[in-house]
Protein backbone atom coordinates (compact mmCIF):
# COMPACT_ATOMS: atom_id res chain seq x y z
CA UNK A 1 0.00 0.00 0.00
CA UNK A 2 0.94 3.73 -0.81
CA UNK A 3 2.15 6.27 1.75
CA UNK A 4 0.21 9.07 2.11
CA UNK A 5 2.39 12.18 0.78
CA UNK A 6 1.28 15.54 1.70
CA UNK A 7 2.25 18.99 -0.13
CA UNK A 8 0.84 22.07 -0.01
CA UNK A 9 -1.96 22.91 -2.04
CA UNK A 10 -1.93 23.57 -5.70
CA UNK A 11 -4.25 25.56 -8.07
CA UNK A 12 -4.22 22.22 -10.09
CA UNK A 13 -5.54 20.74 -7.57
CA UNK A 14 -8.49 22.74 -6.37
CA UNK A 15 -11.36 20.76 -8.86
CA UNK A 16 -10.28 17.58 -7.24
CA UNK A 17 -10.24 19.20 -3.79
CA UNK A 18 -14.03 20.74 -4.66
CA UNK A 19 -15.21 17.03 -5.89
CA UNK A 20 -14.58 15.88 -2.02
CA UNK A 21 -15.45 18.85 -0.34
CA UNK A 22 -18.70 18.45 -2.10
CA UNK A 23 -19.08 14.83 -1.32
CA UNK A 24 -17.85 15.58 2.42
CA UNK A 25 -19.44 18.62 3.75
CA UNK A 26 -23.31 19.98 3.44
CA UNK A 27 -22.51 23.80 3.37
CA UNK A 28 -19.70 22.89 1.14
CA UNK A 29 -16.99 25.91 0.03
CA UNK A 30 -16.46 27.30 -3.57
CA UNK A 31 -14.20 26.74 -6.13
CA UNK A 32 -13.38 30.16 -5.35
CA UNK A 33 -12.71 30.67 -2.08
CA UNK A 34 -10.37 27.75 -2.16
CA UNK A 35 -8.74 29.87 -5.13
CA UNK A 36 -8.63 32.84 -2.69
CA UNK A 37 -7.13 31.16 0.19
CA UNK A 38 -4.07 30.47 -2.28
CA UNK A 39 -3.10 34.40 -2.06
CA UNK A 40 -3.15 34.46 1.48
CA UNK A 41 -0.58 35.13 3.46
CA UNK A 42 -1.80 33.29 6.64
CA UNK A 43 -3.13 30.38 5.63
CA UNK A 44 -1.82 26.77 4.89
CA UNK A 45 -3.46 24.46 2.71
CA UNK A 46 -2.34 21.14 1.96
CA UNK A 47 -3.31 18.01 0.04
CA UNK A 48 -2.52 14.17 0.99
CA UNK A 49 -1.93 12.24 -2.13
CA UNK A 50 -1.94 8.02 -2.14
CA UNK A 51 0.13 7.96 -5.54
CA UNK A 52 -1.22 10.29 -7.95
CA UNK A 53 -4.85 10.83 -6.51
CA UNK A 54 -5.64 13.42 -4.27
CA UNK A 55 -7.72 11.29 -1.29
CA UNK A 56 -7.79 14.42 0.85
CA UNK A 57 -7.23 18.21 1.70
CA UNK A 58 -7.17 20.32 5.10
CA UNK A 59 -6.55 23.76 5.80
CA UNK A 60 -5.76 26.35 8.99
CA UNK A 61 -4.97 30.28 9.72
CA UNK A 62 -2.21 31.36 11.78
CA UNK A 63 -3.71 34.30 13.35
CA UNK A 64 -0.71 35.74 15.84
CA UNK A 65 -0.18 32.64 17.76
CA UNK A 66 -3.08 30.77 17.18
CA UNK A 67 -3.86 27.77 14.88
CA UNK A 68 -7.04 27.91 13.83
CA UNK A 69 -7.65 24.42 11.68
CA UNK A 70 -10.78 25.64 8.98
CA UNK A 71 -10.77 22.16 7.30
CA UNK A 72 -10.23 18.94 6.76
CA UNK A 73 -11.80 16.28 4.13
CA UNK A 74 -10.74 13.04 3.06
CA UNK A 75 -12.70 10.91 0.27
CA UNK A 76 -15.15 8.58 1.07
CA UNK A 77 -13.54 5.48 0.24
CA UNK A 78 -10.43 6.51 2.07
CA UNK A 79 -11.68 7.63 5.73
CA UNK A 80 -11.05 5.69 8.55
CA UNK A 81 -7.48 4.64 7.87
CA UNK A 82 -5.45 7.85 9.35
CA UNK A 83 -5.37 9.55 6.61
CA UNK A 84 -7.04 12.79 8.56
CA UNK A 85 -4.53 12.59 11.39
CA UNK A 86 -1.47 12.58 9.24
CA UNK A 87 -2.74 16.02 7.25
CA UNK A 88 -3.52 17.20 10.70
CA UNK A 89 -0.46 16.44 12.41
CA UNK A 90 1.03 18.01 9.41
CA UNK A 91 -0.62 21.70 9.83
CA UNK A 92 -0.11 21.23 13.78
CA UNK A 93 4.19 20.93 13.18
CA UNK A 94 3.43 23.84 10.37
CA UNK A 95 1.87 25.90 12.86
CA UNK A 96 4.35 25.26 15.65
CA UNK A 97 7.57 25.66 13.36
CA UNK A 98 5.56 29.45 12.75
CA UNK A 99 5.36 30.02 16.29
CA UNK A 100 1.96 29.08 17.16
CA UNK A 101 1.28 28.62 20.49
CA UNK A 102 -2.35 26.74 20.66
CA UNK A 103 -4.47 25.42 18.26
CA UNK A 104 -8.40 25.59 17.90
CA UNK A 105 -11.37 24.32 15.59
CA UNK A 106 -14.82 23.47 15.67
CA UNK A 107 -16.74 20.17 14.87
CA UNK A 108 -20.38 19.23 14.35
CA UNK A 109 -21.75 17.81 17.73
CA UNK A 110 -22.78 14.92 15.62
CA UNK A 111 -19.35 14.06 14.01
CA UNK A 112 -18.24 12.24 17.20
CA UNK A 113 -15.37 10.25 15.14
CA UNK A 114 -14.05 13.30 14.31
CA UNK A 115 -14.41 14.74 17.65
CA UNK A 116 -12.45 11.12 18.82
CA UNK A 117 -9.70 11.89 16.64
CA UNK A 118 -8.89 15.47 17.98
CA UNK A 119 -9.36 14.49 21.49
CA UNK A 120 -6.42 11.51 20.86
CA UNK A 121 -4.94 14.18 19.17
CA UNK A 122 -4.84 16.26 22.58
CA UNK A 123 -7.74 18.63 21.86
CA UNK A 124 -10.43 18.77 24.28
CA UNK A 125 -13.61 20.47 24.36
CA UNK A 126 -14.36 24.26 25.61
CA UNK A 127 -17.62 25.16 24.85
CA UNK A 128 -20.22 25.02 21.67
CA UNK A 129 -21.26 27.69 19.24
CA UNK A 130 -25.15 27.48 18.95
CA UNK A 131 -26.61 26.62 15.54
CA UNK A 132 -23.56 27.00 13.82
CA UNK A 133 -23.90 25.36 10.82
CA UNK A 134 -26.53 26.82 8.64
CA UNK A 135 -28.01 23.91 6.76
CA UNK A 136 -29.59 22.29 9.87
CA UNK A 137 -28.64 24.82 12.38
CA UNK A 138 -26.45 22.45 14.72
CA UNK A 139 -24.02 23.08 16.77
CA UNK A 140 -20.73 23.15 17.07
CA UNK A 141 -18.31 21.87 19.29
CA UNK A 142 -15.21 24.22 19.77
CA UNK A 143 -11.96 22.69 20.83
CA UNK A 144 -8.43 23.75 21.50
CA UNK A 145 -5.05 22.00 21.68
CA UNK A 146 -2.98 23.94 24.17
CA UNK A 147 0.61 23.85 24.45
CA UNK A 148 1.36 23.46 20.93
CA UNK A 149 5.11 24.15 21.07
CA UNK A 150 5.70 20.88 23.45
CA UNK A 151 3.10 18.43 21.83
CA UNK A 152 3.68 15.11 20.86
CA UNK A 153 2.21 13.45 18.28
CA UNK A 154 -0.17 10.14 19.65
Not at 58 to 69: F, P, Q, V
Not at 70 to 79: D, F, L, N, P
Not at 125 to 146: C, F, H, Q, S
Request: charged share 25%.
Amino acid sequence: MASLRIAPLEERHIPRVVEIEKASQSCPWSEQSFRNELSQDHGIFIIGELGTEIIGFAGEWILIDEAHIITVAIAESHRRQGHAEKLITELLLRAASQGATCATLEVRASNQPAIELYEKMGFAATGKRKNYYPDNKEDAVIMWLYNLQTWEQP
